[in-house]
């Protein structure tokens, strides 16, 4: 019933941008927490960045100080901010939301950096 979509994924450049989008739909209520993970071709599913209702924030050291989280709860959204992208971030990203203390997951969108 919960469905996760994101956008903005692309080919860039190392060293340029990229804003992910996630927006979710659904029978949601009472979000715990948001965030963004990502999985590379034959390699497992990594944390990326994550969101609390409080507003804390969690980051995987690989991406702390180039990426940015930031969502809105009663919007049922969620953005990643990457800059200084690197090739090693070449991956799908995956939005991810806890509700009722289960997760869910978006599609995924895939983000190749490559000159």
């Known amino acids: 019933q919960v469905q996760l979509v994101e956008s903005g994924g692309g080919l860039v450049q190392p060293g340029g941008s990229l804003r992910l989008s996630c927006a979710a739909s659904?029978?949601?209520?009472?979000?715990?927490?948001m965030g963004w993970y990502r999985q590379a071709p034959g390699k497992g599913r990594e944390m990326v960045a994550r969101?609390?209702?409080?507003?804390?924030?969690l980051y995987a050291d690989s991406v702390k100080g180039r990426f940015t989280i930031s969502g809105i709860y009663a919007k049922n959204t969620v953005w990643l901010q990457m800059n200084s992208l690197k090739p090693e971030d070449t991956a799908v990203y995956y939005c991810?939301?806890?509700?009722?203390?289960?997760?869910?997951w978006g599609q995924g969108t895939q983000v190749t950096v490559s000159s």
């Open positions: 659904g029978n949601i209520f009472a979000i715990n927490g």
């Open positions: 969101i609390f209702s409080a507003g804390n924030t």
């Open positions: 991810q939301m806890t509700l009722a203390g289960s997760d869910y």
